[in-house]
């Protein structure tokens, strides 16, 4: 590895759902002690820093993103000593930690809430965002819970409203009182001091709403939150001047990372919120939700890159714990070829790549077929439309033993019934899967600066089937070309000498003969 390796720079970006990656005393709950077991996995798969879903106390409405106390460890997932452990032991493997913080509102359990509740002027009560009703009793304008219903939940006995973006159970802080931004900005600070190296900040842009709490404007769209454009409650100015202090807090220890999730923002808008004395990232969605054509793919990482500016550095991910897994949008039942063009791309475009625990092994969605299994309460009022974010969230898949190696007890959600084929012990054992793929793309990209932090250039040749592009790096240059289709297809060499570093070895003329989801990574030699 280089001797000026940056981990969050050059390296891979790993994400955890702690329920669910593995489960150390058999409750059928993934645990922080399971994460600690998995770590050479991580360490051998290439691994630079992991990022923990919500692990904090929490009563589980949004499955710890409503959180009960920002500096404790919730039970189901281990103790305290247990979350040091981890950090020793992650730190033993060259493995960073990054923690998720979700600061935009809390649980209505969490003690500042029950105080805020209880009176007008409790010390706590402007914590959060309460509103009078307007004269009809009704709430104090039109904004919408992302979740469903109304934004807005009354408290008779204090005959006010207060504001929630998500559940009910999810009050939203008031970032515009002191105490509140000081209570916060020291969760870093906690968590720095443990040893953790970075964050992931959920929905940041949604910190501050407008003073006024005017009415968002009226659109078309599908669901009630859809039927207006967000202009006043989230995205607003205030938030730059606190990314400043955050990166000031985050810039007292050394190489620390700091990775928001914008809410309702394109690339521009994400990439105004990264840089030198903002967030080091942030994710873009664009990317990630692109249909399966190189085309678009091309088209959002370019707008993505334009949109940076030079003091910041892009990231890509494909899929996260919000979202239909990356197999399951992209493939035919077990079939993994678009999978491993995917892995790909993920592993050779410009950006820190995001790997959501079970790309590796390209785990699908678990079907959710009854209302009454749903566990994400988001799945309830819109069944059958939306069935929640179950499908993404199930265990990992360890081994062909009983519940894919997880548990051996019936885990909180079920294991995919494809585990028997599909685990990581039958996939380390066959030279073709997707896991080992995933390993040889990563040793590539960590021994080719080009492919860490090289410039993209992009090829523009049958963008309707390849997507290829250079990675450049000082002198070195490397050329990958992704067949995204089932035809074989010909490329033009590039002029010069070049060899392969993944796939067959070019022709010394000619075109190259691209097979049906070929991947193909060729380096210039002198
Ligand atoms: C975004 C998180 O990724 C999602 O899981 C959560 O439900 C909402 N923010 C609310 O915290």
């Known amino acids: ?30 645990d922080l002690p399971g994460i600690i077991g998995k770590l050479d996995y991580l360490q051998d798969l290439g691994v630079d820093a992991i990022w923990l879903s919500p692990i904090y106390p929490s009563p589980d409405v949004d499955y710890g993103y409503d959180v009960a106390d920002y500096k404790d460890i919730d039970p189901q997932f281990g103790t305290m000593q247990d979350f040091e452990v981890l950090v020793k032991e992650a730190k033993k493997r060259a493995i960073h930690i990054i923690m998720d913080l979700v600061l935009n509102h809390t649980s209505d359990q969490h003690p500042w809430f029950i105080e805020a509740k209880k009176s007008r002027d409790n010390p706590y009560h402007d914590w959060y965002l309460w509103k009078n009703p307007k004269p009809n009793g009704g709430p104090p304008n039109n904004w919408q819970a992302v979740f469903g219903g109304p934004a807005w939940e009354y408290i008779p006995e204090l005959d006010q409203y207060y504001y929630h973006m998500f559940f009910k159970e999810q009050p939203d802080l008031n970032w515009r009182n002191p105490q509140v931004r000081e209570a916060m900005l020291d969760v870093f600070r906690f968590w720095l001091n443990k040893g953790v190296d970075g964050f992931r900040l959920d929905v940041f ?103 940076l500016s030079d003091d910041a550095w892009p990231n890509n991910f494909l899929s996260n714990h919000d979202m239909h897994r990356t197999a399951t949008r992209f493939c035919l039942d077990e079939d993994d070829r678009r999978a491993k063009v995917a892995a790909a791309m993920l592993l050779t475009l410009q950006g820190t790549p995001f790997i959501y625990y079970g790309e590796e092994i390209g785990l699908r969605d678990i079907p959710i077929r009854r209302k009454g299994d749903v566990k ?118 590039p002029e010069g000498n070049w060899s392969a570093l993944f796939g067959a070895e070019p022709p010394e003329t000619g075109q190259l003969t691209i097979l049906p989801f070929d991947i193909r990574l060729l380096k210039k030699t002198a």
Request: with cysteine.
């Open 1 to 30: 590895m280089k001797k000026d390796f940056l981990w969050w720079r050059d390296g891979i970006i790993y994400q955890i759902y702690p329920r669910s990656f593995a489960d150390s005393n058999n409750d059928g709950v993934g």
């Open 205 to 307: 842009n949604a910190y501050f709403k407008d003073p006024e709490f005017k009415d968002n404007p009226p659109q078309i769209g599908i669901r009630p939150f859809d039927w207006q454009k967000h202009i006043f409650d989230v995205s607003q100015p205030e938030m730059y001047p606190l990314l400043g202090e955050i990166r000031a807090i985050m810039d007292t220890k050394k190489n620390t990372y700091v990775v928001g999730e914008t809410f309702l923002a394109d690339p521009e808008q994400t990439a105004s919120y990264c840089g030198d004395d903002k967030l080091h990232a942030a994710f873009n969605f664009n990317f990630a939700e692109n249909r399966w054509h190189p085309k678009r793919f091309l088209r959002s990482a370019q707008q993505w890159y334009n949109a």
């Open 376 to 493: 994400d309460p988001v799945g309830k009022p819109f069944w059958p439309f939306f069935k929640g974010r179950d499908g993404c969230r199930a265990p990992m898949h360890w081994s062909p033993k009983e519940n894919a190696g997880f548990s051996t007890t019936n885990p909180w959600l079920p294991v995919h019934k494809n585990y028997l084929k599909r685990n990581v012990e039958t996939q380390t054992a066959d030279p073709d899967s997707l896991l080992n793929l995933f390993k040889q793309l990563i040793r590539i990209r960590k021994a080719e600066p080009a492919l860490q932090r090289g410039d993209f250039i992009p090829v523009f040749e049958d963008p309707q089937y390849l997507l290829a592009f250079f990675r450049t790096y000082e002198d070195q240059q490397v050329l990958v070309v992704l067949n995204f289709s089932s035809r074989e297809l010909l490329f033009d060499r």
